[in-house]
C-alpha cells in the first residue's frame, strides 16, 4: 500500500460504521487521516486509539450541512498537515419512506447531508487540490444510486445524485491531475438503517440487511483506490454480499 503511506486523508462521517472502517484500514497503512462527524466523543475515541496504535490521526467537529464547518475541516486540515490528498465524502443518512407520506423533513435531511454536504465537501477541497495540482475525491454513492425501489426514491434520488456529480467532476478536474472514484456498496452491517421509522420500510430494510457484511469490505475497496499509482483513476466501484440480489 506504498501509494496510502503517508497520504492525507480526510473522511466524513468517520463516527461510525464506513467511515469509521475506512479510517482504522487507512490508518495502519500508513496514512493520515483526519476524521469528521458530529458525535464528538466518538471521532476523539477513535483518534486515540488511532494514535496509541502508532497512527496519525486528528478529529475535528463537522456538520457537513453547513458548508463553513466543511471549510473548517478543510482548513483545519491543511494547518495541521500542509495538505489533503483525499476527501472522502462518506456522510450520509436513509430515513426511507413511500413519497406518500410526505415526510418533506425527511427528505431535506437526506438532501441536505448525502448531497449538500458532497457538494460543500468538493467546494473545500478542490481549490486546495487545484492549487497542489493533485488530490483524489471520493465520493459515497449506493445500490441505491444505481435502481430505486418503492420507499427509497428520496435516498435513492440523493445517490443517482452523488454520481452524476462525481462524473461531472471527473471530466472536469483531469487538467488539475486530481482523481475522482465513486463508490456505490450494497448493504453493510453499520448504524445506516436504523434511521428508518416506517415499519413496512423497516421490515424490506431488514430483509435487504439480512446478509450484510462487514465494513473492512468498504476500506478494502477505498484502500484499493487509493494505492493505485498517480496516473490511474478508479472511476466507479459496485460492490455488494455475494448474496445480494
Ligand atoms: P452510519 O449511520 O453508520 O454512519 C453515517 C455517518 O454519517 C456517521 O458517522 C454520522 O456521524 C455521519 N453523519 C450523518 N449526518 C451527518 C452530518 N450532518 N454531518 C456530519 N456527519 C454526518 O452509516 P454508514 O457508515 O453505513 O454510511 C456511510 C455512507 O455509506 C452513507 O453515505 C451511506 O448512504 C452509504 N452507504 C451505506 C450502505 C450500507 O449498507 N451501510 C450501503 C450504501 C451506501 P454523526 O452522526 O456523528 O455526525
Known amino acids: 500500500m506504498s501509494n496510502i503511506k ?3 486523508v480526510v473522511i466524513t462521517g468517520a463516527s461510525s460504521g464506513l467511515g469509521e472502517a475506512a479510517a482504522r484500514t487507512l490508518s495502519a497503512a500508513g496514512a493520515t487521516v483526519v476524521v469528521g462527524a ?27 450541512t453547513r458548508a463553513e464547518q466543511v471549510q473548517a475541516l478543510v482548513d483545519q486540515t491543511v494547518k495541521a ?24 423533513d425527511d427528505w431535506d435531511r437526506m438532501i441536505d447531508v448525502n448531497l449538500k ?21 471520493i465520493n459515497v454513492s449506493s445500490v441505491s444510486g444505481h435502481k ?19 462524473e461531472g467532476l471527473r471530466q472536469e478536474v483531469k487538467p488539475y491531475n486530481i482523481r475522482t472514484t465513486i463508490i456505490s456498496p450494497g448493504a453493510i452491517a453499520t448504524e445506516l438503517p436504523d434511521s428508518v421509522s416506517v415499519p413496512e420500510i423497516a421490515a424490506g430494510i431488514k430483509e435487504f440487511y439480512k446478509d450484510a457484511i ?19 483513476d478508479i472511476n466507479e466501484i459496485l460492490f455488494r454480499p455475494t448474496s445480494q440480489e
Open 6 to 8: 503517508n497520504k492525507v
Open 148 to 166: 430505486v425501489s418503492p420507499g427509497t426514491a428520496v435516498y435513492a434520488a440523493t445517490k443517482h445524485g452523488v454520481r452524476v456529480i462525481s
Open 81 to 104: 498537515f500542509g495538505r489533503v490528498d483525499v476527501l472522502i465524502n462518506n456522510a450520509g443518512l436513509m430515513p426511507s419512506s413511500p413519497l406518500e407520506m410526505l415526510k418533506i
Open 38 to 64: 458530529r458525535r464528538t466523543d466518538r471521532i476523539e475515541a477513535l483518534v486515540s486509539e488511532l494514535n496509541a496504535a502508532g497512527g496519525n490521526a486528528l478529529a475535528v467537529a463537522v456538520d457537513v
Open 117 to 137: 454536504g458532497v457538494l460543500y465537501g468538493i467546494a473545500a477541497a478542490l481549490p486546495v487540490m487545484k492549487e497542489q495540482k493533485s488530490g483524489h475525491i
Open 214 to 232: 462487514p465494513a473492512d469490505s468498504f476500506a478494502r475497496v477505498v484502500a484499493f483506490a487509493i494505492e493505485q499509482p498517480t496516473e490511474v
